[in-house]
């Protein structure tokens, strides 16, 4: 594919995406062709637009899990790590899931897909285990965005003047109205940053959840289109990951040795990242006789022939040409949705 047949391709997608941002017919009709005919749906070409619409996940903010007495602190070896316990939240706030449905509606009727909140947390009860079992230490939020891989994360944070930290009904409890606050933050898993914004201080009403509702309905059409903007921005420019590449402990390799390509191996994996972001995107922070580090690397989230192309995809192109070209021996072990962390063994 060409430059500029690539551009036009990417163009189109990213208009497509606001526009059928705009009317949820339009964002319903993707997939009306494929109903009933899974012969014609499969020989049929992939819909960019569906592979590209950002993956949504709506989650408790960490003051909402305070507020409901879900977050602790705990202090291991000197470091400080924060335990959000988000199944004893489900069970404390009552209105959580009403609220998170109401966002969870908005969003599907303009055929964003979805990862539930609830659902995901049950398929971690067996992954934990499994987890556990591998020896393997992650947070809570951690496992969360990793096994649901959105690509959005709505961080819902909530409090009212009657919110005391324990749970309450969306009913009126005896006369009088609740003053109402609410933030609903989109934040880019991959890179946490806040893309969009939608909040409301003290508004008034007898029912907290139905507040909230009401409002969230009336700001999310300029909140969905600030998404999709960003997202046909990540479309065009690629996806801001960081990649570190490390020799493990006992490795007798250096990154300053000359590999069998005849560059050294740190000269080599920078030339791969070069040529293997978009448009050469990347910052080098770190560079060692053990370890590279770069920020801002941006990769494609598309295939040439519109299939879905993500962190993993490149991290296992990266690890298969280390193996291929230099003949060595690595693994990646990164457990953030936003990293590559490749760890350099030895030579095969």
Same mark, same amino acid.
């Given at each position: 594919?060409?430059?500029?047949?690539?551009?036009?391709?990417?163009?189109?997608?990213?208009?497509?995406?606001?526009?059928?941002?705009?009317?949820?017919?339009?964002? !319903?009709?993707?997939?009306?062709?494929?109903?009933?005919?899974?012969?014609?749906?499969?020989?049929?070409?992939?819909?960019?637009?569906?592979?590209?619409?950002?993956?949504?996940?709506?989650?408790?903010?960490?003051?909402?899990?305070?507020?409901?007495?879900?977050?602790? +602190?705990?202090?291991?070896?000197?470091?400080?790590?924060?335990?959000? @316990?988000?199944?004893?939240?489900?069970?404390? #706030?009552?209105?959580?899931?009403?609220?998170?449905?109401?966002?969870?509606?908005?969003?599907?009727?303009?055929?964003?897909?979805?990862?539930?909140?609830?659902?995901?947390?049950?398929? =971690?009860? +067996?992954?934990?285990? =499994? #987890?556990?079992?591998?020896?393997?230490?992650? #947070?809570?939020?951690?496992?969360?965005?990793?096994?649901?891989?959105?690509?959005?994360?709505?961080?819902?944070? %909530?409090?009212?003047?009657?919110?005391?930290?324990?749970?309450?009904?969306?009913?009126?409890?005896?006369?009088?109205?609740?003053? /109402?606050?609410?933030?609903? @933050?989109?934040?880019?898993?991959?890179?946490?940053?806040?893309?969009?914004?939608?909040?409301?201080?003290?508004?008034?009403?007898?029912?907290?959840?139905?507040?909230?509702?009401? #409002?969230?309905?009336?700001?999310?059409?300029?909140?969905?289109?600030?998404?999709?903007?960003?997202?046909?921005?990540?479309?065009?420019?690629?996806?801001?990951?960081?990649?570190?590449? /490390?020799?493990?402990?006992?490795?007798?390799?250096?990154?300053? @040795?000359?590999?069998?390509?005849?560059?050294?191996?740190?000269?080599?994996?920078?030339?791969?990242?070069?040529?293997?972001?978009?448009?050469?995107?990347?910052?080098?922070?770190?560079?060692?006789?053990?370890?590279?580090?770069? /920020?801002?690397?941006?990769?494609?989230?598309?295939?040439?022939?519109?299939?879905? %192309?993500?962190?993993?995809?490149?991290?296992?192109?990266?690890?298969?040409?280390?193996?291929?070209?230099?003949?060595?021996?690595? !693994?990646?072990?990164?457990?953030?949705?936003?990293?590559?962390?490749?760890?350099?063994?030895?030579?095969?």
């Amino acid at each position: 594919m060409s430059m500029k047949i690539r551009s036009v391709f990417y163009a189109a997608i990213a208009a497509s995406l606001i526009i059928s941002c705009g009317d949820s017919k339009q964002g !319903k009709s993707q997939t009306e062709g494929a109903s009933g005919d899974m012969e014609t749906y499969e020989n049929s070409d992939v819909n960019a637009i569906e592979q590209a619409r950002p993956s949504i996940m709506v989650i408790p903010g960490d003051q909402t899990l305070k507020n409901f007495k879900c977050l602790d +602190t705990q202090n291991v070896n000197g470091r400080s790590y924060t335990v959000r @316990n988000y199944n004893k939240y489900l069970l404390e #706030d009552d209105r959580a899931k009403r609220i998170i449905s109401t966002i969870q509606n908005e969003f599907n009727e303009k055929g964003f897909p979805l990862n539930d909140f609830e659902q995901t947390l049950k398929q =971690l009860d +067996t992954q934990e285990a =499994l #987890d556990m079992a591998d020896g393997f230490e992650k #947070d809570a939020k951690t496992m969360l965005l990793t096994t649901a891989q959105p690509d959005i994360i709505l961080d819902l944070t %909530y409090t009212t003047s009657r919110d005391k930290g324990i749970s309450l009904t969306g009913h009126n409890y005896g006369r009088g109205e609740k003053n /109402v606050s609410y933030t609903l @933050n989109a934040l880019d898993a991959y890179t946490n940053k806040v893309v969009a914004t939608m909040t409301a201080s003290n508004i008034k009403g007898e029912s907290t959840t139905e507040t909230i509702q009401n #409002d969230i309905k009336e700001q999310m059409p300029k909140f969905q289109q600030d998404i999709t903007d960003y997202f046909s921005d990540i479309l065009t420019r690629g996806r801001d990951i960081t990649v570190r590449v /490390v020799m493990e402990d006992g490795c007798v390799l250096s990154l300053s @040795n000359e590999s069998i390509e005849g560059d050294t191996y740190a000269d080599w994996i920078i030339d791969y990242i070069k040529g293997h972001t978009v448009k050469g995107a990347y910052k080098l922070q770190r560079n060692t006789n053990n370890e590279l580090y770069f /920020v801002n690397c941006r990769i494609k989230l598309l295939n040439e022939d519109g299939t879905q %192309y993500g962190v993993y995809d490149w991290t296992r192109d990266l690890q298969k040409n280390l193996r291929k070209n230099l003949g060595l021996k690595c !693994k990646n072990k990164a457990q953030g949705l936003g990293e590559v962390l490749i760890s350099i063994e030895g030579i095969n």
